[in-house]
């Protein structure tokens, strides 16, 4: 199940990256999946989302357990994340709400 997430949620990342290079050329940001998580015991795939001009990091997590609710936190690329992550239900996660956090986080 996860897998099949991870796929929906890279493909709604793709889909806000690419209007974002367009609306706004100057944020380019940088978008990652690991799966490293996995390797420390974790049962949970994560995605960063990176401006380096403004050293922002939008960090989302699928949780195996939870495979209907995505965490995600607006961080920072050079320090560590808070404890806390914001939910958000999968379904409600769109390419225009992702879209909408790049532009008003890193902007």
């Known amino acids: 199940m996860t897998d099949k997430l991870l796929k929906e949620l890279s493909e709604i990342a793709t889909q806000a990256h690419t209007r974002i290079q367009q609306d706004f050329a100057h944020i380019d940001p940088i978008v990652g999946v690991s ?15 990176d401006c380096l001009k403004s050293k922002k990091r939008i960090i989302i997590i699928l ?3 939870e495979p209907d609710i995505l ?4 961080s920072f690329i050079d320090k560590d ?11 409600d ?3 225009e709400l992702l879209y909408d956090w790049i532009k008003n986080y890193f902007s």
């Not at 799966?35 to 989302?49: C, E, F, L």
């Not at 965490?71 to 607006?74: C, E, F, G, S």
């Not at 994340?81 to 379904?91: D, Q, T, V, W, Y």
């Open 35 to 49: 799966r490293s998580m996995r390797k420390n015991g974790v049962p949970a795939d994560a995605m960063t989302i």
């Open 63 to 65: 949780h195996d357990l």
């Open 71 to 74: 965490h995600y936190q607006l």
């Open 81 to 91: 994340p808070a404890e806390e992550f914001a939910s958000l239900a999968f379904k």
């Open 93 to 95: 996660l769109t390419s």
